[in-house]
């Protein structure tokens, strides 16, 4: 059998880019020695961060970075799913419409007016969305960016033919893992990490800055209980709004509490919450 025989058997792999800064097809690239043995296992076909080269589908596997933000998107994205046996997004933009999606809570344009001079020549959707709201997803990677260590666990999972394990828990698990002090409760910092996905490794609390919320919520994301608790630390609703309203501003949870804290510093008469009413 020829090396070229070998080459055509192994499953092949697409990398797609939609709306997106590419920082999560850079977490591929910076696999490094990870990289060469995958490229051994599976055939990249078109991974045009990587290489010029391309090659017509069926792929084995896709992974699509970047959000849904034009009509011709929708096309695009359209094909890559026809074309692909297993589609995996990779980022908080392709699970989730990204920052980009700060644009959906406002009027039509009033973004594109602001940044530049002749808006009328841009041709996009009134919102950006993510993959799942136009094509079947197999699999969500979150992140922003992605942690490589999750994506080569995907990527093994599925040329294995299993379900990738992945944590659902929260970020305060692996803040106690790694033994970093609660910063909520010894500083009263403001920190996403009740409620964020984990995969960081806890990064900023370890170094004492509060999470971001860049792998969205958990699993068992309580917005409203932590939005509660971080008003009696202090935190004000502007500062809280903000955290919510960030990487993945669009998702369930973090959406609702930008939103109705937005709203609250409009109308700075409007409770925070319902447990709020039933404090003394």
């Not at 419409?97 to 700060?102: D, M, N, P, R, S």
């Not at 394990?165 to 803040?175: F, L």
Request: aromatic share 6%.
């Amino acid at each position: 059998m020829s090396s070229s025989d070998v080459a055509t058997e192994r499953p092949t792999m697409a990398v797609w880019k939609f709306a997106s800064c590419d920082g999560c097809q850079l977490s591929l690239l910076d696999c490094e020695d990870e990289l060469l043995d995958l490229a051994t296992a599976v055939r990249i076909t078109h991974f045009t961060e990587m290489s010029r080269a391309s090659s017509e589908g069926p792929y084995d596997i896709s992974l699509v970075e970047g959000s849904i933000t034009t009509s011709e998107d929708v096309k695009r994205i359209k094909a890559v799913r026809a074309s692909s046996r297993y589609l995996v997004t990779i980022g908080a933009c392709a699970a989730t419409g990204g920052v980009q999606a700060l644009r959906n809570f406002v009027a039509p344009g009033e973004f594109a007016g602001a940044v530049y001079a002749h808006p009328e020549y841009l041709d996009s959707l009134d919102r950006s969305t993510p993959i799942s709201s136009h094509v079947v997803v197999d699999f969500e990677l979150h992140g922003c960016p992605i942690d490589r260590g999750q994506l080569l666990e995907v990527l093994l999972a599925f040329l294995a033919g299993r379900r990738p394990v992945i944590a659902s828990h929260s970020v305060c698990q692996e803040c106690k893992a790694r033994g970093t002090v609660c910063l909520m409760v010894a500083g009263a910092t403001a920190c996403l990490g009740p409620v964020t996905r984990a995969g960081c490794g806890a990064l900023c609390p370890s170094i004492g800055r509060g999470c971001f919320g860049c792998f969205g919520p958990s699993a068992s994301a309580n917005c409203v209980a932590l939005s509660t608790r971080l008003g009696e630390l202090g935190t004000s609703d502007a500062a809280v709004a903000r955290l919510f309203g960030t990487f993945n501003v669009a998702a369930p949870g973090f959406m609702e509490q930008s939103q109705a804290l937005h709203g609250r510093v409009a109308n700075p008469h409007v409770r925070r919450s319902t447990h709020e009413e039933a404090r003394p």
